[in-house]
């Protein structure tokens, strides 16, 4: 028997544009999120800050540091410290084939999307290069050119 939302569409929270400005991004992977109460009512409201976030492996765990989570309007004493470290679910074969990428020099991750799958909150995470300046205006002059192409016809 099929569930009822096998189909049901996938709704984004938030997507990290910085990444893509900042970084080459290279494989992508969808982490799920440990979150609490308070912290999932504040994202089902879109209070969900990706920007200058990154995450790092400890002890065979990949953690979430620096995304902002407002805390909940109706919460009480109870509510989550914005900025706190969050665990990201992924398998241990995943992390540690995530673990051995960005042993290179200049890889890091990061998190370019967050969305509803299932009612459940996904992160997407991209393995990533920093980009050097010229990069970055390389990026931004193809994207000029492509939007003048696009506005002409």
């Known amino acids: 028997m099929k569930k009822a939302n096998a189909g049901a569409p996938i709704k984004t929270i938030t997507i990290n544009r910085k990444a893509r400005h900042e970084y080459h991004l290279r494989d992508r992977y969808e982490a799920g999120i440990v979150l609490q109460g308070t912290e999932v009512k504040s994202v089902r409201a879109g209070k969900f800050n ?39 679910l992924l398998h241990r074969q995943e992390i540690r ?36 300046a010229y990069d970055k205006r390389e990026a931004l002059k193809e994207e000029e050119t492509r939007r003048a192409i696009q506005s002409y016809f």
């Open 50 to 88: 990706l920007t200058d976030s990154y995450a790092r492996i400890q002890n065979g765990e990949i953690f979430l540091i620096d995304a902002h989570i407002t805390p909940y309007e109706h919460g009480n004493q109870e509510n989550h410290d914005p900025k706190r470290l969050r665990k990201l």
């Open 97 to 132: 084939k995530i673990e051995s990428k960005i042993r290179s020099a200049g890889m890091t991750i990061v998190p370019t999307k967050a969305y509803f799958s299932n009612g459940k909150v996904k992160l997407e995470i991209a393995i990533a290069q920093g980009k050097q």
